[in-house]
């Protein structure tokens, strides 16, 4: 469930979201139909509050609406993604 937010900028392939002033963000590739997470990053100061989590789901999400599979090349969205089999369909 989204409790914050959630920006996305498809044409700089970025998810953001602002808490506190602080912004938290999920960065990905394109490559034809998949979807490359590189990098999710929360400011340690809004850290704890599942909003990298948050974002991930929202990539997933998006993924999937489109048709895409998803490569998590970033560490936290594997790991997400290991917790949540729900979206292992969508995995490449």
Known sequence: MTTHEIEHDPASGVFTTTVDGEVALLEYQREGNRMLIMHTGVPEAIGGRGIAGELVRAAFEYA???????????????AWVERHPEYNQLLV
């Open 64 to 78: 999937k609406a489109q048709g895409w599979h998803v490569h998590p090349k970033c560490a936290y969205a594997a």
